[in-house]
Nanobody, 130 residues
Framework: QVQLVESGGGSVQAGGSLRLSCAAS????????MAWYRQNSRKEREGVAL???????MYADSVKGRFTISRNNAKDILYLQMNNLKPEDTATYYC????????????????????????WGKGTLVRISS
């Protein structure tokens, strides 16, 4: 099992920045990638960023160039740096991890919004005002 705990959410004005963190614990060696998802008030879910164990990354078009995913492997912490935030970025952001090498290599969490990863955090709310 893997436990994921997000932090860093909050309210900022459009154009501002936030950094989300996710502390991972448990059997993290069993996972091939970690990702950030978000779900808005209309319950639409989107995988926004993914990082594989080899360090390669993948982003949704909606955040490309504005968000950066990174991880501190020594401390098992995942980050999402969000810059130039827009009101449409308002959502609950979830940290996720997956054990499937095929799914991680294929970017499934980003490519398929209904892909169900193995592990989820409880989420942190990000609210962007215009």
């Amino acid at each position: 099992q893997v436990q994921l705990v997000e932090s860093g959410g909050g309210s900022v004005q459009a154009g501002g920045s936030l950094r989300l963190s996710c502390a991972a614990s448990g059997n993290t060696e069993s996972t091939y990638c970690m990702a950030w998802y978000r779900q808005n008030s209309r319950k639409e879910r989107e995988g926004v960023a993914l990082i594989r164990n080899d360090g390669t990354t993948m982003y949704a078009d909606s955040v490309k160039g504005r968000f950066t995913i990174s991880r501190n492997n020594a401390k098992d912490i995942l980050y999402l740096q969000m810059n130039n935030l827009k009101p449409e970025d308002t959502a609950t952001y979830y940290c996720a991890a997956d054990r499937s090498e095929v799914a991680c290599s294929g970017g499934y969490p980003i490519r398929y919004s209904n892909y169900d990863v193995d592990y989820w955090g409880k989420g942190t709310l990000v609210r962007i005002s215009s």
